[in-house]
């Protein structure tokens, strides 16, 4: 048996690079999407095969349907989709800049939607597949700071399960994978010295002047940690668990 074609969306960095490079261990075909060409080449790279790469912003429906389209003409039928693209700012709920609120659900929520439309209508054709979507344990539980982005993954967890509903029928699978803090550019990002790795103590010891509570296993997150789970739940091992949430964060939200 031929290895599956996985799209993995969003693999030009963090948790997508380290997807594509665990996929590839685990046999599949990995195909690269992201809108950052010189970092999709660069994890193709680290694969270290002739890994084909799709330049491609997910708010751009039309290119992404033109997309899938071509990855099916030229490298097989989809089989499996890893889904990791998103951004980030912070802000408060009152305050916050309205451009950022719409950036945040233009990409994480119609750009994920666009994903799930074309490569779920293949998947349903063939009545075969299965979809793991990178969401965030912020989805479940308030973050100060955080309206836009919690709320977004909030929308796109519900639309993953309602997806994963309407093609259980074909025997299709749809989960998510929802990460707490996770040592990636994003996460850097919100440490007053990014280059600092004290600025996981933040995260691990917690804030209650935030009402944050730490992370009861004491460490934050590699990127790895995040790419098993998706191979886990993409892979046969997981052929009867659709449309769950899995909270890989080291116990953070206490799975509020």
Known sequence: MSAP??????????????????????????VLLDRDSDG?????????DDIPVYPVDVRDADAIEFAVGSIESDHGPIERLAHVAGVFTTGSVLDSDPDDWQRMFDVN??????????????????????????????????RMGMGAYG???????????VAGLELA?????ANIVAPGSTDTAMQRSLWEDPDDDAGAHSAIDG????????????????????????EFLLSDRARHITMQALYVDGGATLRA
């Open 5 to 30: 074609v996985t799209l993995v969306v969003g693999a030009a960095q963090g948790i997508g690079r380290a997807t594509a490079l665990t996929l590839s261990r685990a046999g599949h075909r990995p």
């Open 40 to 48: 999709l080449r660069k994890t193709a790279a680290l694969i270290g």
């Open 109 to 142: 929520v119609t750009g994920l939607l666009s994903v799930l439309r074309a490569v779920g209508r293949v998947m349903r054709q063939r009545r075969s597949g299965a979809i793991v979507v990178v969401g965030s344990n912020s989805a479940g539980v308030p």
């Open 151 to 161: 709320s977004s993954k909030a929308a796109a967890a519900m639309i993953v399960r």
């Open 169 to 173: 029928q074909y025997g299709i699978r």
């Open 207 to 230: 804030d209650p002047a935030q009402f944050k509570v730490g992370i009861p296993l004491g460490r934050i997150a590699d990127p790895s940690d995040i790419a098993d789970s998706i």
